[in-house]
């Protein structure tokens, strides 16, 4: 009976030793549900734009403010991935966060007096502006003495930008989300800012 007993629980044993940890749901976490929620959201926004019609109404300064906001959130997501997260890589996403806040206020107090923003690119908006501020958290929870010495300001040696033996998550990773940002973010904000620059020039009065 012993022996029958310990090899029905072997399993649950293998399980035990195998269990992941916090640090490794984490980042699980970061990388396959937050990184590619934020780009799909993006992507489902850039529908809602197209569906009213966003280069005949708020046009190119709102879709400027998109590009801008792609840049803010970008800078720092692929710093992460392929430079060690020390005080400038954190001050770096502090800086592009507070400022990202910035630009989706303006971005949606321009809209919203121009054009109409269904119900459901306000939910998309809540994902958009909410994903960057649980990514930055969870990034100074995981790296934890480097977010105590940037709050103290104990920079001294910290700015400078240190290369990962590899990059986070390897490289199979960093092409998956590299193709991933491309095809459905990169590639269709481009395509709105060309439509809308070329509606205004199209628009614009002849000089004289």
């Given amino acids: 009976m012993p022996c029958g007993d ?15 940890t916090v640090d490794t749901l984490t980042l699980g976490l970061i990388q396959f549900v937050l990184l590619p929620m934020w780009v799909i959201c993006g992507s489902l ?12 109404t708020s046009g190119f300064r709102e879709s ?24 400038l890589v954190l001050l770096v996403s502090f800086v592009c966060f507070v400022t990202h806040e910035w ?11 121009i054009r109409e923003v269904t119900i459901w690119e306000q939910h998309l908006h809540s994902y958009l502006a909410t994903i960057p501020f649980y990514l930055l958290t969870l990034i100074a929870c995981r790296n934890w003495d480097q977010f105590i010495r940037t709050i103290t300001f104990q920079w001294s040696g910290e700015l400078q930008l240190t290369w990962r033996p590899e990059p986070l998550g390897t490289a199979t990773y960093v092409w998956w989300y590299a193709t991933l940002m491309l095809v459905v973010a990169v590639i269709p904000y481009t ?13 614009a ?3 004289t």
Wanted: hydrophobic fraction near 40%; include cysteine; charged fraction near 25%.
């Fill in 6 to 20: 310990r090899s029905a629980n072997a399993p649950l044993e293998d399980l035990a030793m195998t269990e992941p």
């Fill in 45 to 56: 926004d850039y529908v809602c734009h197209r569906l009213t019609r966003i280069e005949e």
């Fill in 64 to 87: 400027v403010h998109h590009a801008v906001m792609g840049f803010q959130v970008g800078i720092p997501l692929w710093m992460g991935i392929f430079f060690e997260i020390n005080v």
């Fill in 103 to 113: 630009t989706a206020h303006k971005d949606m107090v321009l809209a919203d007096e």
């Fill in 191 to 203: 395509e709105e800012l060309i439509r809308c620059w070329k509606f205004r020039n199209r628009c």
């Fill in 205 to 207: 009065p002849p000089k």
